[in-house]
């Protein structure tokens, strides 16, 4: 029951938000689920209402559609890192509404099958088991710069066929590029967003120029030669797609799998049941609710909407918070909070959002995230936590360092492993 509560504000800025935002969700939940933010954007909380917004075909993505998208103020940053308006024109597809969308999705989607996913399942498992053997020879490590960073990273890059070595300054445009999707930012967050997605830019079109010539057995030559009906994409929507799979699909899977292995480790009877079961891929699931790597996805209001008798006008950005749906006590039952890897249902978590921007790359998170959670818990079963530190983001929430104790199970199996 709603217990309506007008003072109550959204303040992901509130001191601890970012390392548990469950208490402050869980509030909002219960006494303004359709919350009109004092920064002008509105948000849902409850189950329902997010998986409504998402699948509501009318709306956009398109922040042009905002009533107050400020073109001066966008000049003005510009200006201020010299750029112009075009370096601002996006084609991603999380960004455009159909038809664009719809021909640039059939598209990429084309070169991103599930035949084309579970055969890197034997890769996956091989950079799974090498990344355990450095930890189990350190015997103390951290599993985000071991394990949950470097593998969706090094998996996103063999796929596209990138050429290596160019690691760090992929990391840090792709870090100052993201900060941008949090609902709170400052201008000088902007403006390292917008040099950042310059350098990635130039960066791309070199890629891909040096791809065309030399094509190979990967998903960027996919991507170039994917052609339905005599309809390509041009240079500038295959750069974007391309700095869009990438960036997407290391991310966000670095959360699944750092707050995933550090929830199962400070839960025995779980990670218990996986060594008795193995990890399902219903487990994986609960694991994607409980943790939700993605908090929130957004969509903008082309009318005037009604959810739940508020009355949302047209021109808003309205925030689905997918980590509160994915408690919701009315959607999960009364042991929403807590982590069961054999909740029925699991898999309906809004974590990979809904309707015609399903996360496109859900198959890969969700193989990834087996492989590498799976292995862990299996191969260390008395690891223990020794320091975990949040990466402080509202959005992409997740641990930016995890230090775990496998020493007391080094033994000659795992380091001849
Ligand atoms: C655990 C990992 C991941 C999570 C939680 C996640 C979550 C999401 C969410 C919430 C959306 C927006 C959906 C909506 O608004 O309805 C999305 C879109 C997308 N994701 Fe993921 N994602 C993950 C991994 C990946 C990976 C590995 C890739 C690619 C290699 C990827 C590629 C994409 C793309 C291309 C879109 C845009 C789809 C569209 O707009 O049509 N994601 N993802």
């Known amino acids: 029951m709603t217990d309506v509560s007008p003072e109550i504000i959204f303040n992901p800025l509130e001191p601890g938000y970012t390392d548990d935002p469950y208490p402050h969700l869980h509030e909002m939940r219960r006494h303004d689920p359709v919350h009109a933010s004092p920064i002008g954007s ?136 993201v900060k941008t999707i949090d609902p709170i930012i400052t201008e000088d967050e902007i403006k390292a967003a917008v040099i950042a997605n310059r350098a990635m830019d130039e960066y791309m079109a070199g890629v891909i120029e040096w791809k065309r010539e030399n094509p190979g057995d990967d998903l960027l030559t996919a991507m170039i030669e994917a052609e339905e009906d005599g309809d390509k994409m041009s240079s500038k929507e295959l750069s974007d797609q391309v700095s869009l799979l990438f960036i997407a699909g290391h991310e966000t899977t670095v959360n699944l799998i750092g707050t995933g292995i550090a929830d199962l480790l400070s839960r025995p009877d779980q990670a218990q049941s996986i060594r008795d079961n193995g990890l399902e891929m219903n487990g994986v699931d609960e694991l994607l609710r409980f943790v939700s790597p993605v908090q929130m996805s957004r ?51 809004l974590s990979f959002g809904s309707g015609i921007h399903y996360c496109l790359g859900a198959s890969l998170a969700k193989l990834e995230g087996q492989v590498a959670i799976g292995s862990f818990i299996q191969r260390f079963p008395n690891a223990t936590i020794v320091e975990q530190r949040f990466n402080g983001r509202i959005n992409l929430r997740g641990l930016e360092r995890l230090i775990v104790n496998v020493a007391s199970t080094v033994d000659g199996g795992i380091l001849a492993g």
């Open 42 to 177: 509105w948000m849902l909380f409850n189950y329902d209402d997010c998986f409504q917004l998402l699948r509501n075909p009318g709306l956009s993505v398109d922040e042009k559609n905002l009533d107050t998208f400020d073109e001066d103020r966008m000049k003005a940053f510009l200006e201020a890192v010299d750029g112009d308006a075009e370096e601002l024109e996006r084609t991603s597809i999380l960004g455009i509404d159909p038809p664009d969308h719809t021909r640039l999705r059939r598209l990429v989607s084309k070169a991103f099958t599930p035949r084309t996913i579970e055969a890197l399942r034997p890769r996956i498992q091989a950079l799974v088991d090498e990344a355990l053997y450095h930890i189990a020879e350190q015997g103390q490590a951290d599993i985000i710069a071991e394990l949950a960073f470097p593998l969706p990273f090094d998996v996103i890059s063999e796929m596209l066929g990138m050429p290596a070595g160019d690691t760090e300054a992929l990391r840090s445009w792709s870090e100052d590029i």
């Open 299 to 349: 969509r903008i209001t082309t009318r005037d909407v009604a959810i739940d008798g508020r009355d949302i006008p047209s021109g808003t950005m309205v925030m689905a918070a997918l980590a509160s749906a994915n408690r919701d006590a009315n959607k999960w039952g009364p042991n929403a909070n807590e982590l069961d890897l054999g909740r029925e249902g699991a898999g309906q978590h």
